[in-house]
């Protein structure tokens, strides 16, 4: 690879940008339902977030073409079944339990999936040292 060329692969992610259609009920469910540190808002079309290092933005599509499904955000977390049970306590709304997705050399992955409230797709991860 050329010097001038800039090497992606060693940089981090510094913002996810997710659609939205109603900002407010958006920031109340990331904020006080998933617990993320709200950091400002940008009138009355982006809210942004801290989400371990990485910047959250919640924003209402500018065109059309914006509008549509976001990727799907995974939260790696320590206790997948604490977690879980924390947020169905919280009104989240899962597609299913935690489950296992792979056995890997030194640890298991699960994952669980849930919708938020414009229904995005987002998942709980955790990697289970055996």
């Known amino acids: 690879m050329s010097s001038s ?3 992606l692969g060693s940089s981090r992610i510094g913002q996810i940008a997710t659609i939205v259609h109603d900002l407010d009920r958006a920031v ?3 904020r006080d339902t998933l617990g993320f540190r709200f950091l400002f808002q940008a009138g009355p ?4 977030f801290d989400c371990g290092g ?18 799907i955000l995974y939260f790696k977390v320590d206790n997948i079944q604490a ?3 924390t947020l169905v ?3 989240v709304r899962f597609e299913g339990e935690p489950h296992l997705v792979a056995k890997l050399e030194t640890h298991d992955l ?3 999936f849930f919708r938020d409230v414009d229904d995005n797709v987002l998942a709980l991860m955790s990697e ?3």
Do not use: N
């Open 5 to 7: 060329v800039p090497d």
């Open 28 to 30: 109340a469910f990331y």
């Open 45 to 48: 079309k982006m809210a942004f």
């Open 54 to 71: 990485v910047r959250l933005m919640l924003g209402i599509p500018e065109t059309p073409e914006f509008d549509h499904p976001g990727s």
């Open 83 to 85: 977690t879980h049970r």
């Open 89 to 91: 306590d919280r009104g």
């Open 110 to 112: 699960w994952m669980a």
């Open 128 to 130: 289970i040292q055996r």
